[in-house]
């Protein structure tokens, strides 16, 4: 699942443009589930029969964009105004190189030297529209005949394994649950599931929206990342949940209130499974789970999550065992679902 996640998160997928990542998941499970088809949105919508037919149709949901940039104007310097694409802080932002458009052309995030700034401007924190992207071009001319309006940008950042069982790389919010969904895909299931690799939720889970209508399911299992803040100096009641603890079950996030019985339930069958489980503690951040539940008469809904630091960055961090964890109780809590 890890050397997936790796081939998943290398592939540029910003909201809006997420072909390449569709077509990869598409080469993955192909030959391994008995329909797979793309909606007018982008979404990849999969079914596979299991060992048994299911009493309910359950959809696991996994979103294949990610957050970037897309370029806005093309200046007589040649350097490009750009805005993001879902929500970046911009601390994360100044400084960092990327890849821009279809050719990936390598370039920096540039800003005002700081021998320039006035003495007040020193201690704040650049907004986005004083920023610029650096692709060396020396003309308006020289910029436009290699990138356009609208073409996308990503952080340039390599996948890496460090420490003990920690990864590092851009997009792992959500390719790890991506990856998650096509481990089940390629395996042997209990019960007949409904799969949707969603688009566009970072600029506001338009993509579910689209597949829970089209799916209609009884139950989802919405399978993403969620921020952890064990880091330095964030204190205990803060963290929120913890790398190493297993996948996070929440209750309530800035977009759903969470089934309750399901949230039980979740807790239970990790339980059952000797699957280290957490609950995330506090109401911050949101996902499909919001568009999901909304759909046509309404889903019962719950999110499984892994718990993932510098979330939105070029450094996302999360730990191999969550993740593979979080598939365990993905497996058996879709099985659960199936047969009530």
């Not at 979404?43 to 959809?59: D, E, S, T």
């Not at 401007?121 to 020396?138: F, S, T």
């Not at 940008?153 to 890496?160: H, K, L, N, P, Q």
């Not at 809904?301 to 960055?313: E, G, Q």
């Amino acid at each position: 699942m890890i050397e997936l996640l790796e081939q998943l998160a290398l592939i540029p997928g910003v909201s809006g443009d997420e072909g390449a990542v569709a077509a990869r998941i598409a080469e993955e499970i192909k030959g391994h589930c008995d329909e797979c088809v793309t909606d007018p949105l982008g979404n990849l919508l999969v079914y596979k029969k299991g060992k048994k037919r299911a009493k309910n149709r359950v959809m696991l949901a996994a979103h294949m964009d990610e957050v970037g940039f897309i370029v806005t104007a093309i200046g007589e310097d040649g350097l490009l105004r750009f805005d993001t694409v879902g929500g970046i802080d911009a601390r994360v932002i100044a400084g960092k190189p990327v890849l821009v458009g279809k050719n990936r052309l390598p370039g920096v995030v540039g800003l005002k030297p700081v021998h320039l700034l006035e003495s007040e401007e020193r201690d704040k924190i650049p907004k986005v529209d004083e920023l610029y992207l650096d692709i060396g071009a020396n003309s308006r001319e020289q910029a436009a005949a290699t990138v356009r309006l609208g073409d996308r940008a990503i952080f340039d950042s390599d996948f890496v394994r460090f420490g003990e069982g920690l990864i590092k790389g851009r997009a792992l919010d959500d390719r790890a649950g991506c990856a998650a969904l096509v481990e089940m895909i390629r395996g042997e299931l209990e019960y007949d599931a409904w799969f949707a690799f969603t688009v566009q939720e970072e600029t506001g889970t338009s993509g579910a929206k689209t597949a829970a209508f089209t799916q209609d399911p009884d139950y989802a299992i919405v399978v993403e990342t969620t921020t952890a803040g064990d880091v330095g100096g964030a204190p205990e009641e803060r963290q929120v949940c913890r790398l190493g603890s297993g996948p996070v079950v929440s209750f309530m996030d800035k977009g759903t209130i969470y089934d309750p019985e399901l949230f039980g339930l979740a807790l239970a069958v990790a339980a059952r499974e000797g699957v280290p489980a957490q609950v995330k503690e506090g109401v911050f951040g949101g996902n499909d789970s919001r568009s999901i539940q909304c759909a046509r008469g309404g889903v019962r809904t719950i999110a499984l999550s892994i718990p993932c630091r510098y979330l939105h960055s070029p450094s996302c961090v999360l730990h191999g065992g969550d993740a593979e964890d979080t598939l365990r109780l993905t497996r058996a809590l879709a099985a659960a679902l199936a047969a009530r």
